[in-house]
């Protein structure tokens, strides 16, 4: 079946510009989670939802990041006044979630943005 | 806090040759801890995860961990790689099932014909 996939696979900005990427998870996960990964880095946690809420959005960086999942399936994560140092490649990953058992994410491809 | 420690950025090994890649972990509670695997142009793969029981886990690609309570360890190790192990291995931890995963920063191995 399909997995997570990530809309644009790249994007190109300029500094002060804002920018949405898009999220679409495994079909019937109802948790969903955004990452950024920067060069020479592992991944870093910045939110997670369970269904529609955020459950934990402990990672933004700053009031600049903002994230929705307003139907509880598809997220948007979005960066206002983006700033150089948001070049990175930004991964969600989904899960299913079930009682008793680990919930394993899966993680798609990325979306890597480029501020200029 | 929860943290991730890979000593090692680059590890190369000779193709047939034995792998361990380290990873010391820090949290105060028995975590889960995992170990994925990056390759170019390929998503985070999961290679295999520790929670609790048998403290020897068992992955995809012949890939195996161990944990060691005592020297808050989780390391990866294979008996004989292939090229095609050539990727970026990240080691992480999370406190709880569903939680965030907090990852190191990685380790590359390179793999020698």
């Known amino acids: 079946g399909a997995g997570v996939s990530q809309t644009p696979s790249n994007k190109v900005t300029e500094k002060g510009k804002y920018v949405e990427l898009r999220c679409d998870p495994i079909?019937?996960?109802?948790?969903l989670y955004w990452y950024r990964q920067s060069l020479g880095q592992g991944p870093e946690f910045l939110i997670y939802f369970q269904g529609t809420g955020a459950a934990d959005d402990s990672g933004l960086p700053n009031d600049r990041f903002f994230a929705v999942r307003p139907e509880g399936s598809v997220s948007t994560l979005k960066i206002q006044r983006t700033e150089r140092g948001d070049s990175a490649v930004y991964l969600c990953?989904?899960?299913?979630?079930?009682?008793?058992?680990?919930?394993?994410?899966?993680f798609g491809p990325g979306t890597r943005l480029t501020v200029l | 806090a929860q943290s991730v420690t890979q000593p090692d950025i680059h590890i190369t090994v000779s193709e047939g040759a034995s792998l361990e890649l380290r990873c010391n972990y820090s949290?105060?509670?028995?975590?889960?801890l995992f170990w994925y695997v990056q390759s170019p142009g390929q998503g985070l793969q999961l290679l295999l995860k520790?929670?609790?029981?048998?403290?020897l886990v068992q992955g995809i690609k012949g890939f195996e961990a161990e944990f060691k309570r005592s020297q808050s360890s989780f390391n990866l190790r294979k008996p004989s790689v292939h090229w095609s192990d050539a990727a970026e291995y990240f080691c992480a931890v999370g406190a709880r099932r569903d939680d965030k995963i907090i990852f190191g920063k990685g380790t590359r191995l390179h793999i020698l014909p």
């Open positions: 949290y105060g509670a028995t975590p889960y």
């Open positions: 079909s019937g996960h109802t948790a």
């Open positions: 990953a989904s899960s299913q979630r079930e009682a008793r058992s680990y919930n394993e994410q899966f």
């Open positions: 520790y929670f609790s029981g048998d403290t």
